[in-house]
């Protein structure tokens, strides 16, 4: 998604409407796309063909800037140079940052909340218009990614700046007052002006998708138990690293070691730290965050999430309580920079003792490096021992800088063997594979041929379905300009998974409806769905299809040929229903769509001019020709004898507006999910436009005419 983003953008057009994957989405609309995080697009621009590694960077950029911030936010605490080091080692690749590294929106929004925190603290320390400013447009960089991460962090920033403001309160002269809390509202309002279109294109998409709101028992579904707590003390207690894993959600959801040396530090030095009233406050604020959302990511075992989900606006949209994980990795680390900036390293014995039980611990955790039919990781066994030799350097007298370097070292060390981070280390560029996948070369080359004008643009030829097939096959398929009935996404227009049926993950079996029975059935017919990619041992005899040609086979896959409308036609007859009647499905499977089509009025307010637009066109028939078309305006060369229905094989999702020779004309529903229009005789133009404000518009409007 961010590639056509950038692709798009470097060839001059939108990007707000991708049509490789769904049929057609709105891509602007969904935060995953990460279209307005500025950092991310600013480095895809930078290449003209941007790969997976050099998106990776920009992942792993995010997480540069939040290391900074990080560093600099413990500076303002006032932590000394080893509490920093190790409390923006444990941000930067401890627990969930390095476990869940690919979840790259949720990234950048936890790469930025320390440089929000940073800019909160910075305006309570001297409240100036400027750093209010500041703080508002880090605010609208979080925004822009509304994710529930981002929920969380608004709902900590709000608390971290309120906690400040008490303390501060009574040390303030009155115009600080006034300029701290006006600061806040400016920032507020800032932040709001600056994320707008990306909230409101959200809330419209949101609200007519698969999930305008999620049951108690769908949010809680992925929820941890206090036995993923473990991994705190032990990195492969549940057997996340090696092993069968053997706790609940996934197992990059539960992993929170942040290493053995900051573990220790932090416990040496939380007594002093407390005892200190310079970071007692800070301290207590950061327990309570940890706490807060362990309880959240506890779900449906505490009442504490379910009380949240009936009495907080918000969280009902959200799913996986296991994402407060990040917000407690963030706590953590500042809470351990805190406690670990306590412990006086200058004292010979002082680290040696702590080298001593670091290398201890490590060798526990080494030695518990096995599972079912996997024996011992003996590679981890290098931690401890650079954690020995480090006890054993330290013995002499050595300077600050020294000690620092020696703690980097076995934090490095410590991680490199016990962080879960396989997407990086472990799975390879996917991405570049499928590149190189002879089926998806197949299909490209079949759909060059039929006149297919490069990934920006998009000329009305044919699509695919991808069945059965692992998850590179749902998404990758648009850096290879092939338009696809599939994606992989949480988040999609509720009628398409009611007609078509998703993928409820990137992997698993081809999903059925009523209507799409199998990738022969009469809608993928409908779609234009000419070429079907499988696997290589898929069962075909059970497929309704008329015969199947195969163009290409290999060891894993095997691509076949069928016969589909085109994607845009001309049918003669058209039926209409009952405002939200759609067709059975035996109806649906046996009618002949090249010359019937359903038509379906959103409202009972369109009705009339529907009826009367099925009098105007009944008979007609036209020849249709494409004309030039992008991602955002498709463009038909129609010419009839009298006035015709012309069905185009694209979603009637809000936002499309219809033209005739540059004239607003009405389109309907047809087939349930599909656009058709009655153009009148002789020869005409029609162009379909999608514009993001009308769909907020029209949702805004009436979002049940969408549902």
């Known amino acids: ?79 000394n140079d080893v509490g920093t080091l190790v409390g923006t080692a444990v941000f930067m690749a401890g627990g969930v940052a390095a476990s869940r590294i690919q979840h790259v929106p949720i990234l950048i929004v936890y790469s930025l909340a320390p440089l929000a925190m940073f800019c909160v603290l910075r305006l309570a320390n001297a409240p100036t218009w400027p750093r209010a400013l500041a703080l508002g447009a880090v605010a609208a960089m979080l925004l822009v990614v509304p994710v529930q991460l981002t929920y969380l962090t608004g709902i900590m920033l709000a608390g971290f700046a309120a906690a400040l403001a008490i303390r501060r309160w009574p040390t303030w002269c009155r115009r600080a ?70 706790g609940p959600a996934d197992a990059i959801e539960t992993f929170y070691w942040i290493g053995a040396l900051p573990l220790l530090l932090s416990l040496l030095g939380a007594k002093k730290a407390w005892r200190e009233s310079s970071h007692r406050g800070y301290l207590l604020f950061f ?66 003792a702590t080298l001593t039980g670091t290398t201890a611990w490590l060798l526990l955790a080494s030695l518990t490096m096995r599972g079912e039919l996997e024996g011992w ?27 620092l370097w020696a703690v980097a070292f076995v934090i490095v060390a410590d991680y490199r063997a016990f962080s879960l981070n396989g997407e990086f280390n472990q799975r390879g560029d996917r991405t570049a594979k499928f590149m190189k996948n002879g089926a998806a070369g197949a299909v490209a080359a079949a759909l060059a041929s039929g006149g297919s004008d490069g990934p920006a643009r ?22 290879r300009a092939i338009p696809a009935t599939q994606g992989y996404g949480p988040l999609r227009w509720a009628m398409w998974d009611r007609w078509y049926g998703p993928y409820a993950d990137g992997n698993g079996p081809r999903p059925t409806s009523p209507y799409n029975p199998d990738p022969t059935s009469n809608l993928n017919r409908l779609l234009g769905v000419r070429y079907i990619v499988a696997p290589a041992a898929a069962d075909i005899s059970a497929w309704t299809s008329p015969p199947l040609r195969q163009i290409h086979a290999d060891a894993h896959s095997q691509v076949l040929e069928v016969d589909a409308l085109p994607r845009a036609f001309s049918p003669r007859n058209a039926t209409i229903l009952d405002v939200r009647q759609n067709p059975s499905p035996e109806a649906f499977a046996s009618a002949n769509l090249a010359n019937t089509v359903f038509l379906t009025p959103r409202s009972q307010g369109e009705v009339a001019n529907l009826r009367q637009a099925v009098e105007n066109c009944a008979g007609g028939s036209a020849t249709v020709k494409n004309g030039h078309t992008t991602n955002v305006r498709v463009t038909l060369q129609v010419e009839a004898h009298r006035a015709a229905w012309i069905v185009l094989s694209d979603l009637d999702f809000p936002g499309w507006q219809a033209e005739v020779d540059s004239v607003p004309a009405s389109h309907y529903r047809a087939n349930g999910l599909l656009r058709a229009i009655c153009v009148p005789a002789g020869r005409h133009e029609v162009t379909f436009g999608f514009n993001p404000w009308r769909m907020v518009r029209l949702v805004l409007d009436d979002a049940d005419q969408w549902r």
């Open 1 to 79: 998604m961010a590639y056509f983003n950038a692709h798009s953008l470097r060839e001059g057009v939108a990007p707000w409407w991708n049509p490789y994957i769904f049929a057609g989405y709105p891509q602007i609309a969904d935060p995953q796309a990460m279209l307005f995080s500025p950092l991310l697009t600013g480095w895809m621009l930078l290449r003209s063909e941007p790969t997976m590694s050099w998106f990776v960077i920009g992942a792993l950029l995010h997480l540069y800037v939040g290391g900074l911030s990080m560093l600099a936010l413990l500076r303002q605490l006032r932590v």
């Open 177 to 246: 007052r006034e300029t701290y809390l006006g600061g806040l509202a400016f920032a507020a309002v800032v932040a709001l002006l600056l994320a707008a279109p990306q909230l409101l294109f959200t809330y419209a998409f949101v609200a007519i998708s698969n999930r305008p709101e999620l049951t108690l028992g769908a949010a809680t579904e992925l929820s941890i138990t206090w036995s993923t707590l473990q991994t705190f003390l032990l990195p492969n207690a549940l057997h996340n690293l090696r092993g069968s894993y053997a």
């Open 287 to 352: 327990l309570a965050v940890a706490i807060t959302s362990m309880l959240f990511m506890l779900g449906r075992h505490t009442g504490f999430y379910e009380a949240l989900y009936y009495a907080l606006p918000g969280v009902k949209q959200f799913r996986r309580p296991s994402d407060a994980g990040y917000l407690l990795n963030l706590a953590v680390a500042l809470a351990v920079g805190i406690a670990s900036s306590h412990v006086d390293l200058s004292s010979r014995s002082v680290r040696v």
């Open 377 to 403: 990781q003996a590679a981890t066994i290098v931690a401890p021992i650079v954690s020995l030799s480090a006890a054993i350097l330290l013995r002499r007298q050595i300077s600050q800088q020294g000690v």
């Open 458 to 479: 998009l000329a009305l030829g044919p699509r695919i379905e991808a069945a059965d097939l692992p998850a590179n096959w749902k998404n990758n398929v648009i850096l």
